[in-house]
RNA sequence: CGGGGUAUAGCGCAGUUGGCUAGCGUAUCUGCUUUGGGAGCAGAGGGUCGCAGGUUCGAGUCCUGCUACCCCGACCA
């Protein structure tokens, strides 16, 4: 087979761009930092709309959408917010264009400045607040939940296709409580739902946990995140739910009348998932070969392919191809029969490799005769030949399995990848070769900037599922409550 | 914002001390043969050589300025 891909040995990053490229998913736009998602890629990003639209329904959310633009001054209004945000923003400042004097092209008509700058949203809690404010007057009033499918946009200085681009496609969800216990409790199960959805449907194993004080979410009062690890041993934040207290409460002013008639600030809640997922997918299970997608997000699940050399061959295989095509979509699946003359089938067996495909079928003359068909998972590329008769729960059953060994082989890479750690210098060696380390840590922002400056691991997340493990800080020696996380990340 | 690099066909690249008609791979189109792992042969189309100046009989090549992109740092979901 020709090479097409970098692999991931020779240049991990190169061979990440390559999937993308060649799996058809993105590219970059003439717009610098800003990314075109194909239709494969953005039928990824619907698939895990949808799931995930699903989710927040069954748990009370409605979906709403608010501005792109945010008044300038909305974002001084919480100060750890702005600065949190401030280094990244597209500002608005004119509102119209006109002919350049010189006659080529147009130019900003510096006559039509706005009063107040907009910048271009970079996460909505603040308009949303302001919003807020006018939703709410009474506890008869909460909770309120609510989620949009939005763009945001951060202006990076350095963008890699879904891992960090400019603009980017997201959900946020915003909601507001009358107490706090109330919203500790959202922003937990709305974690717990990002981390179902990762492994379940994604097939990425995470881990739950709160940021440190540094790496929490501007504006929060504590963050939860679920921390992946991606094949090169480098970790990826692939979600995270924000519990604001009353933060945005007090800079809006959003107060409620209580059941006992007192006025209160109300609690908040905030959480979202971007387009980050599907580098996250890429980068969790793909292999040398191109995409793999776990079943339950894939576009297309079974692709089939008919082989034939002669024109009565032809009508012979491609009948027989969308016979099994209906059959197959009958019991629920998304089925590609790939009957185009214009390629060869070892065109197409690589082309659906390199787009993850789980299942690919071939039917040549051969399979006719015999009364059987050629069987491809995309997960350990065995091809086996199987009767045809009754494939139908064979295909169910076998994408089940394809779902559960992706899960379980980034599981089990992530363990291999685990280290507990207790010495320092130890763990500056074995840094270098990625992965999680489980080290005890003082619970300062002094040590942990002091490990960032000289190993660039940086604390992805305080566990909440581990034993309260008492030690010793790896650095300083002083007392440590349990393990954290630390790990390169992207 | 610092340091380095690149800019030539859709994509990837070559182009010598300045030289005549700017080339190769791939992709595209046509035809024939092919089709169970990215087919072969024959032919065809496709270029303001990043932009603007300059030197020269002559510039893809030399000089000056600009712009864009890539890599490495600081910052980040």
């Known amino acids: 087979m020709a090479k097409v891909l970098t692999t991931k040995e020779e240049n991990y990053s190169q061979w990440y761009n390559d999937i993308v490229n060649k799996a058809d998913m993105a590219e970059n736009s003439s717009v610098r930092g800003c990314m075109v998602i194909k239709p494969y890629g953005y039928a990824i990003w619907e698939n895990m709309q949808h799931i995930l639209d699903g989710m927040f329904k069954k748990t009370g959310h409605s979906n709403a959408y608010f501005p792109l633009f945010i008044p300038k001054s909305f974002f001084s209004k919480e100060a750890s917010h702005v600065d949190g945000f401030a280094k990244e923003c597209a500002v608005v400042t004119h509102y119209r264009l006109k002919n350049s004097p010189d006659g080529k092209g147009v130019i900003v008509d510096e006559t039509a400045k706005l009063e107040e700058e907009l910048i271009v949203r970079p996460t909505s809690e603040t308009i949303i607040w302001n919003t807020y404010k006018n939703w709410i007057q009474s506890y008869r009033d909460l909770p309120l939940l609510i989620n949009q499918w939005a763009n945001v946009v951060r202006w990076e200085m350095r963008t890699r ?102 006025l209160e600030y109300v609690w908040a809640t905030s959480w979202g998932v971007s387009t980050r997922l599907i ?94 068909i050629e069987i491809a998972r995309r997960d350990t590329l065995e091809k ?52 999680f380390f489980e080290a005890h840590w003082d619970g300062t922002a002094e040590t942990e900037a002091k490990i960032k400056e000289e190993t660039k691991a940086t604390i992805r997340c305080i566990p909440l599922n581990t034993s309260n493990e008492e030690g010793f800080c790896m650095v300083t020696g002083k007392p440590s409550k349990k393990r954290v996380i630390f790990a390169r990340a992207y």
Not at 389 to 403: F, G, H, K, M, W
Request: with cysteine; hydrophobic share 40%.
């Open 161 to 262: 296709l879904f891992l960090r681009t400019a603009e980017f496609l997201w959900q946020e969800g915003h909601t507001a409580h009358a107490t706090k216990e109330e919203a500790i409790e959202e922003t937990q199960k709305m974690i717990n739902v990002y981390s179902d959805f990762a492994e379940n449907f994604l097939g990425i194993p995470v881990i739950i946990g709160t940021k440190s004080d540094s790496e929490r979410f501007a504006g929060a009062i504590d963050t939860y995140c679920i921390e992946a690890l991606m094949q090169d041993g480098k970790a990826l934040q692939a979600g995270t739910s924000h519990f604001l207290g009353q933060n945005f409460a007090k800079a809006f002013d959003v107060k409620f009348t209580s059941k006992e008639g007192q």
């Open 279 to 372: 580098g996250a997918l890429i980068m969790a299970h793909s292999d040398n070969n191109g995409l793999v997608l776990p079943p339950k997000i894939a576009p297309i699940q079974v692709v089939i392919v008919p082989i034939y050399k002669t024109d009565e061959e032809q009508i012979r295989v491609v009948n027989k191809g969308k016979e099994l095509k209906e059959q197959l979509e009958k019991i629920g699946l998304t089925v590609k029969l790939d009957d185009r003359d214009t390629h060869k089938p070892g065109w197409k067996f690589a082309e659906y490799e390199l787009k993850g495909i789980p299942v690919r079928i071939a039917i040549g003359p051969r399979d006719i005769e015999n009364k059987t």
């Open 384 to 435: 086996i030949s199987i009767s045809s008769e009754n494939i139908s729960d064979y295909v169910l059953n076998l994408l089940d399995e394809i779902q559960k060994n992706i899960f379980n082989k980034a599981k089990l890479f992530r363990e291999k990848s685990t280290h507990r750690i207790d010495s320092y210098d130890e763990f500056k060696v074995a840094i270098e070769n990625g992965g």
